[in-house]
């Protein structure tokens, strides 16, 4: 219950601080790019539940959904903007919404596309995919896009075993650090 509070107070108090940042972040995706500013892609969620997730548009809007590491050049899908987005994770911010309607927290396993069915099923193995999926994780700071599946779920099976309020607030910081020095993104 305390994390479910803290992620609707964190969430709306980044929400309301960035809102000039997201509504230019909209505006630059919408003028530099045909196409909606925003995606929404299914994802799984926890138990394994389909649900909507939000994200300013960094690719071209007849992109393929798989994941990026499965395009065959994802920087030719890129808008003229996607790189940037990318790698300040700005295309990230819609998702304060899925926050806030408790389809994710601050801090879990990233939710998966809902086509990575090697993914799934190796989170539904080690009973990671009972977690609320997260804007952040433990395997976020520790690779992110460029660790293999595997070793992304050992990620996600140790902050199953090891969550507190404590462990969340030392992976927020670190994704803060991350962001700022743009570590981890590949494309």
Excluded: C
Excluded at 49 to 71: Q, W
Excluded at 115 to 137: C, F, M, S, W, Y
């Amino acid at each position: 219950m305390i994390k479910r509070i803290f992620d609707i107070v964190l969430s709306v108090i980044a929400g309301i601080l960035l809102l000039p940042l997201i509504i230019i972040t909209a505006i630059l995706v919408k003028v530099t790019s045909p196409g909606s500013a925003l995606y929404w892609s299914d994802r799984v969620g926890q138990d394994n539940i389909l649900f909507k997730m939000p994200k300013f548009r960094s690719m071209k809007i007849d992109t393929p959904a798989v994941a990026t590491h499965l395009l065959k050049d994802p920087q030719s899908v890129l808008t003229p903007i996607g790189n940037f987005l990318r790698k300040s994770s700005l295309d990230e911010l819609p998702q304060l919404w899925n926050i806030l309607k408790g389809d994710m927290s601050l801090v879990g396993p990233r939710p998966a596309l809902f086509n990575q069915d090697d993914l799934i099923a190796l989170r539904t193995e080690k009973g990671v995919h009972k977690l609320l999926p997260g804007l952040t994780g433990w395997a976020q700071i520790n690779g992110r896009d460029e660790l293999p599946i595997p070793q992304k779920v050992a990620l996600d099976e140790e902050y199953l075993n090891k969550q507190s309020f404590l462990f969340d607030l030392k992976i927020l910081w670190l994704t803060f650090l991350k962001v700022i020095h743009r570590e981890g993104v590949s494309h």
